[in-house]
């Protein structure tokens, strides 16, 4: 059996890393981040996106506190327990003793969710002498929850 070259080698193994790097140098500078990294080297930015939808996805995006704001919300409703509060309330408001009852819930679990709930923003509480009745705070969460059922 003959002895493999050397030499031979290393050059079939450069001239495959010198071929992979021909090709993935064209998609790393099409896939470039918008904004280099601070750790990496300033280079031209090269976008696959033509720069007149980039200043529309630019001016139209929200700003990062109000994302983090939007996410915030919306984890209050990825709870399944706290779906059905929202559900039930969104139809009438209701004092935490009839709300266990129409959900079948434990009382002091339907009060901690609906503490986290107020924390939220998503409920409001109203006291009625002795009772405490609660609510949605804004309508337009009814809107979020029909589309949501249309969605899914």
Do not use: W
């Not at 059905?84 to 339907?110: F, H, K, P, Y």
């Amino acid at each position: 059996m003959p002895v493999p070259d050397a030499d031979a080698e290393v050059a079939a193994t450069a001239a495959e890393e010198r071929q992979q790097e021909f090709f993935a140098e064209p998609l790393r500078a099409a896939f470039a981040p918008a904004t280099p990294s601070p750790y990496s080297k300033a280079r031209p930015r090269l976008m696959l996106l033509d720069k007149k939808a980039e200043e529309a996805v630019l001016s139209y995006m929200p700003a990062r506190d109000k994302i983090q704001s939007m996410a915030d919300f919306f984890s209050q409703l990825s709870d399944p327990t706290r779906l059905r509060i929202i559900s039930a309330l969104s139809i009438s408001g209701m004092c935490v003793g009839d709300l266990a009852t129409v959900l079948e819930m434990n009382q002091t679990t339907l009060s901690h969710q609906l503490h986290n709930l107020k924390r939220g923003g998503i409920v409001k509480s109203a006291r009625q002498g002795k009772v405490v009745f609660y609510s949605i705070k804004n309508k337009v969460l009814q809107d979020i929850l029909l589309l949501c059922l249309e969605f899914v």
